[in-house]
């Protein structure tokens, strides 16, 4: 299974870390997207076929938390697999996205980090 | 005060080190600073307490920390290097953030910024002001946390 993957970030610098370490990830991917906020993000995902989503909580225009809602809120897309990558380190906060059913990674992540959380919600992608 | 200190300390060698691939070298062998010109960013966050985090580092840092964290070998845009810098801010305060009142805080971090100076209000009474200096071979950077009193 190819993956489509979505990369949600304001920042360029943690898109392209982020891309990188999922290239080094022993992930099969097909595309990756990448939006500087929610409001991208949630176009992006209308008008393409997105497996994952890779985003972080604090952006300008629609936060990270926000776009989750509107995914869960959508019949089309309530159930798609998202994993948060913050420096965020509240536990009220990250239970709460939890709830949403978002993986947390930690930022500062290693690749480990990465693959483990894509494979507990996906499972393994290569079989 | 100590407390939050080395937290502080902690947390920017372990970002420095696990994002940027930039180790620290003891102070005594730091290159001369005095004359290099600084970058500075900023976070200010606010929620269950108010606050600000500036990072200081010397220019020649700032393109060995995009190339670092983007795994590139050609010279990172300016762009790329204050997007580096402002994301290194923003590591640091999110994970130190925990050690004021524990991790069931919530607080809320503004995008980092670009700025020209630390902000001189910031330096009275109502703020306490933690410190810490990081030396490297490519270069300093000083962080400097302006954080509400804690209420007695």
């Not at chain 1, 290239?23 to 099969?28: H, S, T, V």
């Not at chain 2, 730091?30 to 200081?56: F, M, Q, R, W």
Request: net charge negative.
């Amino acid at each position: 299974m190819s993956l489509n993957v979505l990369i949600v970030d304001d920042s360029f610098v943690m898109r392209s870390m982020v891309k990188r370490v999922l290239n080094i990830c022993d992930l099969q991917i097909q595309n990756i997207f990448e939006a500087g906020n929610g409001k991208e993000g949630l176009e992006i995902i209308e008008n393409n076929w997105v497996d994952l989503v890779l985003a972080d909580i604090n952006m300008p225009v629609m936060s990270g938390d926000e776009m989750i809602d509107k995914i869960r809120e959508n019949p089309d897309m309530a159930n798609m697999a998202i994993i948060v990558i913050s420096s965020e380190s509240s536990t009220r906060t990250i239970e709460i996205l939890q709830q949403k059913g978002a993986l947390f990674i930690h930022k500062p992540f290693t690749p480990e980090n990465l693959q483990a959380a894509v494979f507990e919600l996906l499972g393994d992608t290569n079989e | 005060m100590n407390e939050l200190k080395e937290q502080l300390m902690q947390i920017s060698l372990r970002t420095f080190e696990e994002f940027a691939f930039l180790m620290p070298i003891p102070a005594e062998d730091a290159p001369p600073a005095d004359d290099l010109e600084t970058t500075i960013t900023c976070v200010s966050y606010s929620g269950h307490s108010k606050g600000i985090l500036y990072i200081s580092v010397t220019n020649p840092m700032l393109p060995v920390l995009a190339q670092n964290i983007l795994a590139e070998e050609n010279t990172p845009t300016e762009q790329q290097q204050l997007d580096a810098l402002r994301e290194i801010a923003n590591v640091i305060c999110g994970n130190v953030l925990p050690s004021l009142a524990g991790g069931d805080k919530i607080y809320r971090l503004k995008a980092p910024e670009i700025v020209d100076k630390i902000d001189e209000s910031y330096k009275t009474d109502s703020w306490c002001l933690i410190d810490n200096k990081l030396t490297f071979d490519e270069g300093i950077a000083e962080i400097f946390w302006f954080c509400e009193k804690p209420q007695e």
